[in-house]
């Protein structure tokens, strides 16, 4: 079981108030959990890895995302530490590891980029090794030789680039990184069907090439809770007691700061709203969250009453989702295209 968090900034932010500082940051979390607790690996210590966009665009640097990733357990890494304190971005990308696919290596950390694209996963494909072959075979040479791991994820992510106009291209628009998504996880469940397989997957994905991000809750099932994801949005976040207890503030109409994550960096239940199950948040340049409903054979729409009694075992015994939703509280979902 993994986790990540995502961070988007009209100003940088220092990675250390999303990485280190914070009592529940996702570090402390990785050994801490106090909303997905996977009795199976109840800590997260096969890797991590954090990925980050430049404040100020340097032409000899270049519009890739700078990764840094590790084998070791994030909150053991002293380079981690040290780094979190000196450097400062926009959007960042972070994700500890708990190994369900894939062996323990770097090549096997999250997240990956391509060009200006970066991406990342939570959740599993079911029975991955079924259709391995057939997913790669849909994939053009270049894109199939920059896997370099062996997890469902990163094939995952070069089969998104494979869905793009041009994966390299400088620039996207939110609409075409939305479409890429949506025809991944089409492409993935068809393969899933084609091979008879009913277990259901479960699609957090994530990508962003520096100015739009876009991730998903997702799971292939009418019955069941997909992985848990949610977002805090406001003017600032920052300690505002001893010992790392950190809130969202809004001192303005406008948001500065949008956080999506698998599990709330805070205590501060107001601080926090649920994505609601098969939905895509689409975070835009100019920082509109918008919440769009993925429609396919498994999304039940929210006027009907199977959207309310959906399951959580299967996904809280995955170390995914907590089977209590008391701390849920409801979106008022956007649902509309970009």
Not at 99 to 105: D, E, F, I, R, V
Not at 155 to 168: C, M, N, R
Not at 172 to 196: G, R, S
């Amino acid at each position: 079981m993994c986790r990540f968090v995502i961070y988007k900034g009209t100003a940088p932010v220092q990675l250390s108030h999303l990485l280190t500082r914070p009592c529940h940051s996702i570090i402390n979390q990785a050994f801490d959990s106090r909303l997905r607790l996977d009795h199976r690996r109840p800590i997260n210590g096969d890797g991590f890895g954090v990925g980050w966009y430049d404040s100020v665009y340097d032409e000899e640097l270049g519009s890739q995302p700078c990764i840094f990733t590790s084998v070791t357990p994030a909150w053991n890494n002293v380079n981690l530490l040290r780094l979190a304190e000196k450097i400062k971005s926009p959007l960042v990308f972070a994700h500890v590891r708990a190994t369900t696919a894939g062996t323990l290596s770097l090549d096997n950390c999250h997240p990956w980029s391509y060009g200006k694209l970066m991406f990342m996963h939570n959740g599993g494909i079911a029975e991955f090794p079924k259709i391995k072959r057939k997913l790669q075979m849909a994939l053009p040479d270049e894109l199939f030789n920059m896997v370099t791991g062996n997890t469902d994820s990163q094939w995952a992510f070069a089969l998104l680039l494979s869905k793009l106009p041009d994966p390299q291209a400088r620039c996207f628009t939110p609409a075409t990184l939305q479409k890429a998504m949506l025809d991944t996880i089409a492409h993935i469940n068809k393969l899933l069907e084609e091979h008879d397989i009913t277990e259901p997957s479960l699609m957090n994905f994530c990508v962003t090439d520096g100015e739009t991000v876009v991730a998903t809750r997702y799971i292939s099932s009418r019955t069941e809770e997909a992985a848990s994801l949610w977002f805090s949005s406001g003017s600032t976040f920052s300690e505002y007691a001893a010992g790392g207890h950190y809130k969202m503030s809004k001192t303005d109409k406008r948001e500065n700061i949008i956080m999506v994550a698998s599990e709330p960096l805070t205590f501060e239940k107001a601080d926090w709203m649920e994505i609601r199950t098969n939905h895509m948040v689409v975070i835009t340049p100019k920082m509109n969250l918008l919440q769009i409903p993925i429609v396919d054979k498994f999304y039940v729409p929210q006027s009907d009453p199977a959207a309310l009694s959906r399951g959580t075992e299967f996904a809280a015994a995955k170390g995914f989702l907590s089977p209590r939703r008391d701390v849920a509280r409801p979106l008022e979902s956007i649902e509309n295209h970009l």
